[in-house]
């Protein structure tokens, strides 16, 4: 048995030999043989450097870094390209996945369980947004034309069989978790704590947290279209009941019919405001086709470090060599695949 951990990182550079650590006495407990693969997402700190080190420390350590930034989304599809593990862990790098739970999700996975996902059942945070992620979670879950777990991440084990189904879907403005419901197979929850960023602070703000939203819901649901179907019945109804009412008021009492131009202001800002909605909901849609059919990569590989054997590099890749902590200050030898 071989497991693979994939570590999206970004801005963790100090948590990163502290993760690296866990997963180790993890996969210890477990007694399988194991690759971490940790996906440098253009962070900005020196997790280049810190990868290096621990890459040239240990062989079972897989480095790819990123030209820039792509998102942690893209930043697990490439390391789920590349791993060769029976199974996968999608972990994020700031510690808030603990390592330690992997050994609950392999017994559930050696069950018979296909995937075996990490259920948040209380996660430190502030109140507002602790409150705001379970929303979200129930609301999608409503609007979602396939059964999304409540309170489920990224983070979970992923067999075989189901990585390679999600790796040969084919978009490219990718939300992991809905894609993992989206193929099927035998799921279960482990419940754990969610803790709090270990080092540093949450690079997540609402404005991003209101781009997954939308990414999640337009991916995976046609209500907001249903929406506008019903806006419009609506605006026709209340346009029809109100003509009635206007005639049968000018007919038996016109000096009480309304008038001037107040409301007609109010009925056009109305109408505009109905429209401008419908307009944002159906933009939302083509701006993710229109990303869709550009046809560009999730991401763009800029090095890797000790690739497995046997696998397929990314076009135009290049494979960085390190011989240890002490040859970093010297260069790194690269060779172009």
């Not at 075996?116 to 945070?125: D, I, L, P, Q, T």
């Not at 997540?204 to 997954?212: A, C, E, Q, R, V």
């Not at 800029?302 to 260069?331: D, H, M």
Request: glycine share 8%; hydrophobic share 50%; proline share 6%.
């Amino acid at each position: 048995m071989k497991l693979s951990a994939i570590i999206a990182c970004y801005r963790d550079a100090p948590a990163v030999p502290q993760m690296y650590e866990r997963l180790v006495q993890a996969f210890a407990r477990i007694g399988a043989d194991y690759e971490i693969i940790f996906v440098n997402d253009g962070s900005p700190d020196d997790a280049h450097e810190v990868l290096a080190a621990l890459a040239g420390r240990d062989q079972n350590v897989v480095v790819i870094n990123h030209a820039r930034a792509f998102g942690s989304q893209s930043a697990f599809t490439s390391g789920m390209r590349i791993a060769t593990g029976d199974a996968v862990v999608l972990l994020d790098g700031d510690l808030q996945d603990p390592p330690e739970l992997i050994p609950e999700l392999v017994a559930r996975w050696q069950e018979g369980f296909d995937v075996v996902y990490g259920e948040r059942v209380k996660r430190k945070a502030p109140f507002v947004m602790r409150h705001a992620y379970k929303l979200f979670y129930r609301l999608f879950r409503r609007l979602a034309y396939v059964n999304v777990p409540l309170d489920a991440g990224d983070f979970g084990l992923i067999d075989r069989r189901v990585l390679d189904a999600i790796n040969s879907l084919p978009e490219k403005q990718r939300f992991l978790r809905g894609m993992r419901a989206w193929v099927g197979f035998k799921q279960i929850g482990v419940p754990y704590v969610r803790p709090e960023r270990v080092f540093g602070r949450t690079t997540n703000s609402l404005h991003k947290n209101l781009g997954w939203a939308r990414r999640a819901i337009v991916s995976f649901s046609y209500a907001p279209l249903d929406l506008i179907t019903g806006l419009a019945m609506i605006v026709v109804a209340i346009s029809a009941v109100t003509l009635v009412l206007e005639v049968a008021v000018r007919l038996i009492d016109p000096s009480s019919a309304p008038k001037g131009l107040t409301t007609v202001i109010v009925v056009v800002l109305f109408i505009g405001g109905v429209q401008l909605l419908c307009l944002a909901i159906i933009g939302s849609y083509i701006a993710q086709m229109y990303e869709e059919i550009k046809g560009r990569p999730s991401f763009v590989v800029e090095s890797i470090i000790n690739p497995p054997r046997g696998v397929q590099l990314p076009p135009g890749a290049v494979v960085e060599e390190a011989a240890g902590v002490e040859a970093l200050g010297a260069g790194r030898v690269r060779m172009r695949v």
